[in-house]
């Protein structure tokens, strides 16, 4: 007799609608694809993570069963279907609030996979008795232990608490001291909810004591929008607030080139960038100062290097090249500063002589800048920080013997406006003393490429104004001494008037 070799199983091939289309024959996906991507699309599931995570679709429709108003509902009479041991506690938790959080929804479903021989029969039990008109004697749930280790050092006991009594209360309060921990715990949890308020929370309380971690929590969750509210408060109040405080030591580097390198950049002028750029590397170096140093003490502390090799060539030094690249040194114009630069030793030779040459060349040709090509990247910078009790605020300011005054006015509660304008070194209060070693040009008019920009806040979301770059000429009688004024409607306050400009070539 002659022996028949065993055929192997086929695949099942099921009718599925009108269309006979293929279908899996086993659980989880008892449906055929194109059905299962149109079920993931009406539940805004992403389908190519169901086919890799079947159990993403089950916990998907439990959610949709338990409605949002279960929470703040007291749940009375009602034994726990789960003890959760975590972090050396034991949590009871409830069945409707399990499932908003995908990670306890999924140990679960393993806990019912372990006890059941078919755990998807299982699940759809649940389903059925969460449906209107099932009595509480028909859940099926049993009660069982489900075990979760963190290693996060983050998610301590108090912020794990705070994330489960989100699970049952909607507007429980986050502390801005433990938020970093509930947004640790709800990403553990998968609690997609309860992150996002965190990430608000988070977006909302910026200040120079909480911006580093705030700023690392979003790079390490891959938070994009609050990277970016980190990196745009941080343009406003590097000059002005952080680079005031201790905490400015603990600005990542890779924060600070960005901020450096963005054109928003908010500062009072160029040498005040400057400082708060060397305070921040002397606070690196001397990690053990618990106050604020003074300017001097930092001016000591790099003029005590031997004077064969500026810092910045020095190993020690090497690194930091990208982040004071950044600065527009050829911006820095007073004799004063630049001897300065030249005390401390910290830039290359080399580039002192460029800035020291840009400044002759624009001397020689009354002021013309050749060496700034793109106002953006390169233009000279002024600031005005226009606060609550000001009506008017302004700053003289003065390059290559032209003096200019940059101006902010308040006309009313909402309604201010910015621009500047040349004036006569005549004019100022005390120019013989101020202004001793100035040079001062008598041309009648000076040829300028400006912008004015003002930034501030409403309710936790920037507000941008801008002119448009404009080129005019400067007299010195109006109205050709006056720029376009940009005029601007806000509630925001402080407003960061920004002022840059380049002497266009005559």
């Known amino acids: 007799m002659k022996m028949l070799n065993p055929q192997k199983p086929r695949l099942e091939r099921r009718i599925a609608g009108s269309t006979n289309r293929w279908r899996f024959p086993r659980q989880p996906f008892s449906g055929d694809l194109l059905g299962l991507s149109q079920m993931c699309k009406a539940a805004n599931i992403d389908f190519d993570e169901v086919l890799k995570n079947p159990d993403r679709l089950c916990i998907s429709q439990i959610q949709k069963i338990f409605p949002e108003n279960l929470k703040n509902k007291t749940i009375q009479s009602r034994e726990a279907d ?143 929008p609050l990277t970016t509210a980190c990196e745009k408060w941080m343009e406003m109040n590097l000059v002005p607030l952080v680079g005031t405080q201790i905490h400015l030591r603990k600005i990542p580097k890779e924060l600070l080139h960005k901020v450096l390198k963005s054109p928003r950049l908010f500062t009072f002028s160029e040498f005040h960038l400057l400082k708060t750029l060397l305070l921040w590397v002397y606070l690196q170096l001397n990690n053990k100062t618990q106050t604020f140093p003074m300017y001097q003490t930092v001016l000591m502390f790099f003029s005590s290097f031997p004077k064969n090799c500026a810092f910045l060539d020095r190993d020690v030094g090497q690194n930091l090249i990208p982040l004071f690249l950044c600065l527009r040194l050829h911006s820095i114009t007073k004799g004063k500063d630049l001897e ?107 040829l300028v490429t400006y912008e004015i920009r003002a930034q501030t806040t409403v309710d936790g979301k920037w507000q941008e104004f801008r002119t448009n770059q404009i080129t005019q000429k400067f007299g010195l009688a109006e109205p050709s001494c006056k720029s376009h004024a940009l005029k601007i409607q806000t509630v925001g306050i402080p407003i960061y008037a920004s002022f840059s400009f380049v002497f266009s070539l005559s």
């Open 82 to 224: 789960v003890v959760l041991e975590c972090l050396g506690f034991k949590w009871e938790l409830h069945q409707p609030q399990l499932f908003q959080s995908e990670t306890l929804a999924k140990l679960y479903l393993m806990g019912l996979a372990r006890g059941n021989a078919n755990p998807e029969k299982e699940s759809v039990k649940i389903l059925q008795a969460q449906q209107p008109g099932r009595s509480r004697e028909q859940r099926p749930v049993k009660k069982m232990i489900l075990s979760l280790k963190i290693n996060d050092p983050l998610v301590t006991r108090e912020a794990f608490a705070t994330a489960l009594k989100n699970l049952y209360m909607r507007e429980v309060k986050i502390c801005l001291d433990d938020v970093l921990g509930v947004l640790a715990a709800a990403h553990i949890l998968q609690f997609g909810s309860l992150f996002q308020r965190c990430v608000t929370v988070m977006m909302s309380g910026l200040t120079p004591s909480t911006i580093k971690n705030f700023y690392l929590a979003g790079c390490k969750y891959k938070e994009e």
């Open 340 to 446: 300065e630069l030249r005390h401390i030793n910290f830039f290359p030779e080399s580039w002192l002589v460029r800035v020291t040459a840009n400044h002759y060349h624009a001397l020689e040709n009354g002021g013309d800048m050749a060496h700034v090509k793109d106002l953006s990247t390169q233009a000279v910078r002024f600031g005005l920080l226009f606060n609550q009790e000001y009506t008017t605020h302004s700053k003289v300011i003065t390059l290559y013997g032209f003096f200019f005054e940059i101006k902010g006015i308040k006309h009313d509660t909402t309604s201010y406006s910015f621009h500047m304008q040349r004036i006569r070194h005549t004019d100022l209060e005390c120019a013989s003393t101020v202004y001793e070693n100035t040079p001062i040009s008598l041309r009648a008019e000076r």
